[in-house]
C-alpha cells in the first residue's frame, strides 16, 4: 500500500558548528523526491546518503520544523527513529536530514582557531566537542498530550503550597513533581533533569510569547475561546521567526493556558525570568555556584567589594545608591505586576462575555434547525393527506410553515383534525 509522498532534503559535505547556536558549515545540499512514506526505512536513508557521500562511521540527523538546530534536531539510528520523523515531515511534505561526516568537527575548531596546524585537540576537549551535538538530544522527549496536563495539573497545586516563593519555585521542586508524576503515570519514565527541568523551560517561553502577542500582536493575536493564536500566518511566522519555539504555538490550541497563567504570570510579570531557588541553570544534585545570589548578599558583597578596593570612605555612598536602585525596581515589578493581573482580570470579563455570545448563537441555530425540520414535516404530512389538492397542499406549506408555532400545533393533530385545520388556516389567509 502506498503513502503520502514526501520530499527528502540532504545535507552533507558540511561540519556542525558548535561555537554559539549550533549551524552546518559548508557542504551541499541533494533533494530526493516524491518518496513514499511507507518505503522510507533507516537502511533505505543510508543507501540515498550514501549517493551522496555518506560513509561507515558517518551519522544522520534530522530536524524537525519550524525549529532551530539547537532546539529541533535528533539522532536517526533506527526505525523507530525514522519514524519519528516521517510524523514530523508529513506537515510540510520534506523530511531535512545532515549528515555528520566522522571526524570534521575538530578541522573545524583548528580552522576558527586560526591554528591551520594538524596538532590534537586534547582529549577531554575532543570528547566533549564530539557529544555535545547528542547531549543536547537526551534532553528532547516526545510529551504527550496527557503527560503535559498533569505536569500542569501539579505545578499549579503547588501555588498555595510551601513549594512556591515570591521568585519562583524552592529548590528540589523538579524531583518532588517526578515522584507525583511517577505515581500516576509509572510507565512515563520522566525525571527531574532533563525531561521536567526542560519542559517547564518551555512551557514558559511560550506563556511569554503568548502574554506579548496579547498586548502587541499585530495581524494576529490570542482567541482566548480558542486558546490559540490565530490571524495570518505569513505575519505571525515572519514575527515568530526572532523568537526561538514560537512558530509551533499557530493554530495549534493551548488547552491548560489558564492554569499555566496562574501558575507563571507573576513570575514572568517581575522581568520575565524571574528564578527560584530551585530553577539555577544546574543540575538538582550539583552545589549551585553559578546560582543567582538574593538581593542581601549582593548587598554584602558590594559593600566588601567597596570597602576592599575604597579604603577613603566612599563605600558607604555605593550601599546608598545600591539600596536606592533595588527600591525603584521593585516598585517597577510591583506596577508590572499589578497591570498584568488588571488585564488578566480584563481577559476573563471578556471571556465571559463571549461565553454568552456563544450560548445565545448556539440556541438560536439550534431553533433554526428544529423549524426546518418541522417545516420538512409538515411538507411530508400534507402530501399524504388525501382530502386536499395540490394547490392547497403549496399554500398550506406557505402558510403555516412561516409560522413556527403553527408548524408544531399541525404537527401535534390527529390526521382528521389536520385536513380542518388547514382549511380554516387556508380561508384566514384569504381575508
Known sequence: MEGDFIHIKIHHGGSFSMEGPLTYDGGEVSIFRDCDSERISYFRLVRMAKD?????????????PECSLDEGIDLLHDDNSVLKMLNFAKKNNLAEIYVKHKGHESNLVNQRSGTGNKEKLPEENTKSKRSKLTSKKRDKRTWTAEEEKL????????????????????????????????????????????????????LKKQLSYVLEIMQNGSGFGWDDEMKMVVGDRD?????????????????????????????????????????????????????????????????????QAQDNTNPSGSSRQGRKRTYLD???????????????????????????????????????????????????????????????TDEEVVMAVRVIGRDAGQTELFLKMRDKY??????????????
Request: with cysteine.
Open 326 to 388: 533595588d527600591e525603584a525596581a521593585e516598585l517597577g515589578l510591583v506596577s508590572v505586576s499589578n497591570t498584568l493581573a488588571k488585564f488578566l482580570e480584563a481577559e476573563q470579563e471578556n471571556a465571559k462575555t463571549m461565553s454568552g455570545l456563544q450560548q445565545a448563537l448556539f440556541h438560536e441555530a439550534e431553533v433554526h434547525e428544529q423549524t426546518s425540520a418541522n417545516r420538512t414535516k409538515l411538507l411530508d404530512i400534507l402530501q399524504n393527506l388525501e382530502d386536499l
Open 418 to 431: 389536520q385536513v380542518v385545520f388547514v382549511r380554516q388556516e387556508l380561508e384566514a389567509a384569504k381575508k
Open 151 to 202: 505536569l500542569i495539573d501539579i505545578l499549579h497545586q503547588m501555588n498555595d503550597s510551601s513549594w512556591k516563593v515570591d521568585t519562583g519555585h524552592k529548590s528540589g521542586y523538579l524531583t518532588y513533581i517526578e515522584k507525583e508524576m511517577a505515581k500516576v503515570l509509572p510507565h512515563a519514565d520522566l525525571k527531574a533533569d532533563p525531561h521536567i527541568k526542560s519542559k517547564v523551560k518551555i
Open 235 to 303: 505575519t505571525y511566522m515572519g514575527w515568530a521567526k526572532s523568537r526561538e519555539g514560537a512558530g509551533p504555538l499557530y493554530m495549534k490550541p493551548m488547552v491548560n493556558f489558564d492554569k499555566l497563567c496562574e501558575v507563571y504570570a507573576s513570575d514572568l510579570a517581575q522581568g520575565g525570568s524571574a528564578k527560584g531557588p530551585g530553577e539555577q541553570e544546574v543540575a538538582e544534585d550539583e552545589s549551585p555556584v553559578h546560582a543567582e545570589p538574593t538581593s542581601e548578599p549582593n548587598k554584602k558583597n558590594v559593600a
Open 52 to 64: 551522496v557521500g555518506f560513509k561507515d562511521g558517518d551519522e544522520l540527523y534530522y530536524t524537525i
